[in-house]
């Protein structure tokens, strides 16, 4: 089975590159919910979406208070119970009931009620889920570095703040159109009215993609381009209208599922279609990812072993040294990554450990070599990245004697092949 899958993967991420038409195209297409698939398949994305549907549970009831207040002001806040609904919606019978808790617990908040400690509380919930939702976008951009703290405050506010008056707006609009002469008169059309209707019924899975879309261009901290974002977003709700059916139709039809649980069930599927949507919202941004950094595809976040971290090594050098001798101005890290096929994950820590041993340096002009290439010797290349140094902190392991004794002959047979020997006169007899 593991041979098998070896060559679909390599046939799908790598022949498929030089394909014609009409199966290249295709498989250059498969890739990206093949590789969106081996990923979901993985523990990160679904351990992820599970803590923010546990994280929603807490910060639901504080969040939707807070737009409420705001949403009173403007005019529009008895459209938030439909907008429960059509979000409980694929949980079946249950909807409308749980819509009207929700809005019944809103209702009760009241701050001489709960107390500043509870009012504490419920703020840190809402905090907590927008930072967690942070982190997993992050994670899977692989950004290491997070907003800061005042900026992270600053701009959760204004998501809070600036999402109700957007949607006041949206619900305006619509409602404005709907009830015009000029629609009134379309509605009393046959065809207009099937045309109406149609629309109708396509507009919340529209409002969907323009929300995902919105979320995975702000979300992380990095700049997202428009058409990775827009693909990420319309793949999300594709699949968010998709899994929405079959769940309304296994809820409706599992009969068995409410007698077992009994009330019970309702906490049990609302829990469930939470955190089938979080995962949806991650796999689009996971797909949104790919769109804006192909050369991902074929690792994902699999990290080199050691014979490849070394095969990869003598390559980036070679390359730079090449580059020198010919009076190039350097790499880029998208340009070695696309060369040796590699996504960032991998070739990040594999530059640090070059660079960190004067090998080569990197900046905003690309990768160069850090000193001349007769004065590099390729036995630093290899001790530089024989251990992995940006990851500090591995166990040790104490071998028995004959193990040990093979290792260092086997480590010094690979120090007489590459002794005296610099960059330069490789490059040169290659």
């Given at each position: ?275 089938l949507s979080w995962l949806i919202l991650l796999v689009g941004a996971q797909l949104a990812f790919y769109v804006q950094n192909p050369q991902y595809l074929r690792a994902g976040r699999r990290v080199l072993a050691a014979g490849a971290r070394e095969r990869a090594a003598f390559s980036i050098m070679y390359c730079l040294g090449r580059d020198h001798r010919d009076g190039g101005s350097g790499w880029s890290p998208a340009r070695l990554a696309d060369t040796l096929d590699l996504g960032g994950a991998a070739l990040d ?82």
């Amino acid at each position: 089975m593991a041979p098998l899958l070896k060559r679909i993967e390599h046939g799908l991420f790598v022949r498929s590159r030089t394909l014609p038409p009409p199966w290249g195209p295709v498989l250059r297409a498969l890739r990206f919910p093949a590789a969106v698939a081996r990923d979901w398949l993985g523990t990160e994305l679904n351990v992820r979406a599970m803590s923010l549907a546990y994280s929603t549970l807490l910060s639901i009831v504080p969040l939707i208070a807070f737009s409420i207040a705001i949403l009173k002001g403007l005019g529009a806040h008895p459209n938030v119970a439909a907008f429960l609904y059509e979000f409980f919606r694929p949980i079946g019978r249950a909807a409308p009931e749980l819509a009207r808790h929700v809005m019944r617990f809103v209702g009760n908040l009241r701050g001489d009620v709960l107390g500043t400690i509870g009012l504490a509380f419920l703020t840190i919930a809402v905090v907590s889920t927008m930072h967690k939702v942070e982190a997993s976008f992050n994670a899977i951009w692989r950004i290491t570095k997070p907003r800061g703290a005042l900026r992270r405050l600053a701009e959760y506010l204004g998501v809070v703040i600036v999402s109700p008056v957007l949607l006041a707006a949206a619900l305006g609009l619509l409602a404005a159109a709907h009830d015009s002469p000029f629609a009134r008169g379309l509605h009393a059309l046959l065809p207009m009215q099937w045309t109406f209707s149609l629309v109708g019924k396509t507009v919340p899975y529209v409002v969907v993609m323009v929300v995902f879309t919105t979320m995975y261009v702000l979300i992380p901290n990095t700049r997202v381009k428009p058409v990775a974002a827009i693909a990420g977003g319309v793949g999300a709700g594709v699949l968010w209208a998709l899994i929405g059916r079959i769940y309304t139709a296994f809820i409706v039809g599992s009969s068995g599922i409410v007698a077992i649980y009994t009330s019970f069930a309702v906490v049990l599927t609302t829990l469930i279609w939470l955190y089938l949507s979080w995962l949806i919202l991650l796999v689009g941004a996971q797909l949104a990812f790919y769109v804006q950094n192909p050369q991902y595809l074929r690792a994902g976040r699999r990290v080199l072993a050691a014979g490849a971290r070394e095969r990869a090594a003598f390559s980036i050098m070679y390359c730079l040294g090449r580059d020198h001798r010919d009076g190039g101005s350097g790499w880029s890290p998208a340009r070695l990554a696309d060369t040796l096929d590699l996504g960032g994950a991998a070739l990040d820590p594999l530059l640090a450990d070059l660079e960190r041993a004067g090998l080569l340096m990197a900046g905003d002009g690309g990768v160069r070599l850090g000193r001349d290439p007769r004065a590099i010797q390729l036995v630093e290349v290899l001790e530089a990245v024989r251990e992995p140094r940006s990851t500090p902190g591995g166990a040790a392991v104490r071998a028995v004697a004959p193990a040990e004794a093979l290792t260092r002959a086997v480590e010094r047979a690979a120090s007489d092949v590459l002794a005296n020997r610099n960059l330069a006169e490789w490059i040169a007899s290659s």
